[in-house]
């Protein structure tokens, strides 16, 4: 079971996203969670029963889904334990609730979004100053990346490097589930060794999946930080390409998806002598290859601009049903028929893992994001909004606790998980008020001193 659970913890596993709202330093962090404002402007919450929503609203209902996907992959886990522990259990729904592993496109796709809610019009009005000339514009662009940059730093690195350590102290003293590996004691060092620097620097996904894999060492689902500290360091230049592209941003995105799909079916399709190595090439090309990945958030990124143009629709359907069964509902819908039918269709698993669920997600996205009567209420809920905020810490911590508890304890595998649900709860909240929240402010504080 051990190596049941640490191959299925490592392979499908999410990145988080961070909003957050721009506090009046030089280094902010725009996307602070349940407060992020449209367009920068200055929020005047309106009473409940306005309809159709103020663009200048807050995304609430963003923030409160990233609990909702962090259950999703928790829930994939969960689903692998429970089948090897409970034979009986095989069937429709438990196949479906291993396809949360979909959370990885949407949340990725969501970072783009994002991104480009908060910083694209920062970088826009760099590209359009015509007053600018080429030196003092690359200036300005690399003074503006710098930001951005240190932003996201402050945001996502002091955590994983908390965890990290954890991780390699629980190892160390044999508390975490072992990972396929080398068996000679000087190859167990080195790899160890290999495996702490590149998930230090976040390199992990960068090395393709082997018999002894870099990524499965530790906190393995730190990779997913691996691949957005890639996307980030291309968001800037990406947001150029969007500047130059804006008339066909829909052509281009499809061109960039379909390119993808086309790529990964090339390369991850079985050839004619298929051994082992090929199998582990193509899961980590299709889906932990921060190259291919990049298509999720890249596409993510263009969403922006539909939900500009849907916002020019939705601010004049005053029927809070239609509204809310056109732009909530059914998004929702489509992902989970887009789960059931990967499973009864049978998708090829690199296609599922890098291309299959983006569709669906930018619905959702760019849906919710419109704060219609479901954003805007049960969505918007400051419970949610809580959770939604602790759901990096959540992400980060779940597997290693998931796996201690139905490793090391006894019991019906039903309560094991529940119990393993319930203390990742309590720990990412106190993470994220010890850790996480604190560390980012004074790293920012840092900065602007």
Not at 246 to 257: E, K
Not at 394 to 404: C, G, K, P
Request: with cysteine; aromatic share 16%; glycine share 4%.
């Amino acid at each position: 079971m051990e190596q049941q659970i640490a191959s299925s913890v490592a392979s499908k596993s999410m990145p988080m996203l961070f909003l957050r709202e721009s506090p009046p330093e030089k280094f902010v962090d725009l996307e602070k969670s349940a407060h992020l404002s449209a367009k920068h402007a200055v929020v005047t919450p309106r009473p409940a029963h306005c309809f159709p929503p103020s663009p200048s609203e807050k995304l609430d209902a963003l923030t409160s889904l990233r609990f909702f996907a962090v259950c999703a992959v928790f829930l994939c886990h969960s689903s692998t334990i429970i089948a090897s522990a409970d034979p009986s259990s095989h069937g429709l729904l438990l196949s479906v609730l291993y396809e949360g592993y979909a959370g990885v496109s949407f949340f990725f796709t969501l970072s783009g979004f994002i991104l480009c809610y908060c910083y694209y019009e920062k970088f826009e009005k760099i590209f359009e100053d015509p007053s600018l000339s080429r030196r003092n514009a690359i200036l300005r662009f690399a003074a503006q990346y710098k930001d951005f940059f240190v932003a996201r730093f402050a945001r996502i690195y002091p955590l994983h490097l908390f965890v990290l350590l954890v991780a390699v102290v629980l190892a160390k003293v044999g508390a975490l589930v072992p990972v396929l590996g080398p068996t000679n004691l000087g190859e167990i060092k080195m790899f160890r060794v290999r495996a702490f620097v590149a998930q230090l620097y976040l390199l992990q996904a960068w090395f393709p999946e082997g018999q002894t894999p870099i990524i499965h060492m530790y906190n393995a689902v730190s990779w997913s930080l691996s691949a957005e500290s890639f996307f980030y360091a291309c968001f800037p230049f990406f947001c150029f390409v969007m500047h130059k592209t804006r008339r066909a941003s829909g052509t281009f995105a499809l061109a960039y998806y379909a390119l993808t799909a086309i790529v990964v079916m090339d390369v991850c399709s079985p050839s004619s002598n298929q051994a082992d190595k090929d199998a582990f090439f193509a899961h980590w090309f299709g889906y932990y290859f921060p190259g291919i990945r990049l298509t999720d958030f890249v596409v993510g990124m263009f969403s922006f601009f539909w939900y500009e143009k849907l916002r020019a629709i939705t601010t004049r359907m005053p029927n809070k049903v239609v509204f809310s069964a056109i732009f909530e509902v059914a998004p929702v819908m489509l992902t989970l028929l887009a789960a059931l039918a990967a499973v009864k269709i049978g998708v090829k698993g690199w296609l599922r893992y890098s291309s299959w669920y983006v569709p669906a997600s930018v619905c959702v996205i760019v849906g919710f994001a419109q704060n219609g009567p479901l954003a805007s209420t049960v969505f918007a809920n400051k419970w949610l909004i809580l959770l939604g905020e602790t759901s990096f810490a959540f992400y980060l911590i779940h597997v290693m606790i998931l796996s201690a508890v139905t490793t090391h304890m006894h019991g019906n595998v039903y309560a094991l998980v529940s119990f393993a649900f319930l203390a990742t709860s309590a720990a990412s909240y106190l993470a994220f008020r010890i850790v996480e929240n604190p560390m980012r402010k004074r790293i920012i504080k840092m900065m602007n001193s």
